[in-house]
T-cell receptor, first 110, second 119 residues
Framework: DAKTTQPTSMDCAEGRAANLPCNHS???????VYWYRQIHSQGPQYIIH???NNETNEMASLIITEDRKSSTLILPHATLRDTAVYYC???????????FGTGTRLTIIP | GAVVSQHPSRVICKSGTSVKIECRSL??????MFWYRQFPKQSLMLMAT?????????EQGVEKDKFLINHASLTLSTLTVTSAHPEDSSFYIC???????????????FGAGSRLTVL
């Protein structure tokens, strides 16, 4: 599976949109982009995933560039409970394993 | 939605004893479950893939005789840390995929984790 690069940490003001970037320049055609987050001392939580189209659900939006080499997770109105480590993971279709990188530590500031 | 339950959430044991951690899928069946380990301030590391009715597949560097995995049913996988030592102290997390979900979705649901402290 393709490697991803994320900033180590980010801050965002409460109520603002949090935009978390992820670079996956070596992604191949059958690889999906997944986002999970891990709140302190809990198991990871699935957020969203996509292949090439932008996706939106009740938690977030996922914007994937046309060349698929990068993506951005958007939390539209960040709250203090969104403080967590966010992991961007690229995984090929049919591969059940999830390999976690170091992620981005997002801190929501009151 | 899919829920994965882990038990115990916290366990403290003496060095040399064995500890069993259970991972249950509460409202779905899972032929495959995954076990991860996470040390403080580090990312999750995949230890092994637990397969219902067959042997687990261990990642490189993980001792299969030390971390025994049993997946006896479609809703239960257990991880036993044998002869635990202080260096085995860690946060152990399991995950599972609903086997009825579409292969394209391939979303894993994670348990809340089990924190093991070996004295």
């Amino acid at each position: 599976d393709a490697k991803t690069t994320q900033p180590t940490s980010m801050d965002c003001a409460e109520g603002r949109a949090a935009n978390l970037p992820c670079n996956h320049s070596t992604i191949s055609g059958n690889e999906y982009v997944y986002w999970y987050r891990q709140i302190h001392s809990q198991g990871p939580q699935y957020i969203i995933h996509g292949l090439k189209n932008n996706e939106t659900n009740e938690m977030a939006s996922l914007i994937i560039t046309e060349d698929r080499k990068s993506s951005t997770l958007i939390l539209p109105h960040a709250t203090l409970r969104d403080t967590a480590v966010y992991y961007c993971i690229v995984r090929s279709f049919g591969n059940e394993k999830l390999t976690f990188g170091t992620g981005t530590r997002l801190t929501i500031i009151p | 939605g899919a829920v994965v339950s882990q038990h115990p959430s916290r366990v403290i044991c003496k060095s040399g004893t064995s500890v069993k951690i259970e991972c249950r899928s509460l409202d779905f069946q899972a032929t495959t479950m995954f076990w991860y380990r996470q040390f403080p301030k580090q990312s999750l590391m995949l230890m092994a893939t637990s397969n219902e009715g067959s042997k687990a597949t261990y990642e490189q560097g993980v001792e299969k005789d030390k971390f025994l995995i049993n997946h006896a049913s479609l809703t239960l996988s257990t991880l036993t840390v044998t002869s635990a030592h202080p260096e085995d102290s860690s946060f152990y997390i399991c995950s599972a995929r609903d086997m009825m979900s579409g292969a394209g979705a391939n979303v894993l649901t994670f348990g809340a984790g089990s924190r093991l402290t070996v004295l």
